[in-house]
């Protein structure tokens, strides 16, 4: 873009709040050779002896440009059209800012508007895919401003692309696992009469605690298709949130389990 053109060359001691240009490596023989302050970083009172000690006496800086936004400027733009309710955000890096889940729950991504500030090609918005389970403390998207400087004017583009596709809504939000309570109905009269144990309801207790939930009753059925409907139905009128039917099933035409959930209508 033209903001190239517009690097000056300024003393160091006049530097305070001016945007590097370039990295500025500091080498101590056998101890270090890197970069003290990167390209883009914001000159500040402190950074002046450092600056001084490496041999910078002139800078080349950016000039001031008012319809120009630094990258991490335009960053915190970004995380604001991505940042919603159980997200807690990075400090701002190199125009990149990190968002990770407060609880557990299940992540919802608003494909649409995702895509369309992608599509500007000079910030970029990388996420896990939305409709999963997420644990507190997972990452969840990153956000990325491109160049060092950008025009003010492209991201107030990309906020109204997102507000068009999303109806002003970030682009990502988080849904807090609720606990739902699960009747449990144990078919087969192999296990009803104790011919074998029900080894598979500690498992579904399992499955059903990652998501928040719990077993809030059980029985066993056997095979007798009226008392696994009546059951179903007692269990819904008793406020369970879900019924699970377990045990072995088959496709044989003795199996009573498809037809009693098919009755409970």
């Not at 107030?156 to 109806?167: D, F, I, L, T």
């Not at 192999?190 to 144990?197: A, H, M, N, Q």
């Amino acid at each position: 873009g033209g903001w190239l053109h517009t690097m000056k060359l300024i003393r160091t001691v006049d530097a305070d709040g001016a945007v590097l240009c370039h990295d500025i490596t500091q080498i101590i023989k056998g101890v270090t050779k890197d970069a003290v302050f990167r390209k883009g970083h914001v000159v500040t009172e402190e950074d002046i002896p450092v600056l001084l000690s490496v041999g910078k006496e002139n800078l080349y800086v950016w000039e001031k440009d008012e319809s120009m936004l630094h990258e991490n400027e335009a960053a915190e733009i970004l995380c604001s059209l991505c940042q919603n309710d159980y997200m807690s955000r990075s400090e701002v890096k190199e125009g990149k800012i990190e968002l990770s889940a407060k609880c557990d729950g299940l992540f919802k991504v608003n494909r649409e508007a995702l895509f369309a500030v992608n599509s500007f090609g000079r910030m970029m918005i990388a996420a896990r895919h939305g409709n999963f389970p997420v644990k507190k403390g997972d990452k969840l998207a990153g956000t990325r401003i491109i160049p060092l400087v950008i025009e003010k004017e492209e991201m107030k583009r990309a906020e109204e692309a997102v507000y068009r596709a999303s109806g002003g809504k970030p682009i990502f939000s988080l849904l807090p696992f609720s606990e739902k309570k699960a009747g449990v109905i144990t078919t087969g009269n192999e296990v009803l009469s104790g011919r074998i144990s029900d080894t598979f309801t500690p498992v579904i207790e399992e499955k059903l605690q990652e998501y928040h939930g719990r077993i809030g009753a059980h029985e066993l059925c056997g095979d007798d298709n009226e008392r696994i409907t009546k059951t179903i139905l007692k269990m819904a009128d008793d406020g369970m949130d879900m019924v699970i039917c377990t045990g072995g099933m088959s496709v044989d035409p003795d199996d009573r389990t498809p037809l009693a959930i098919r009755n409970t209508g």
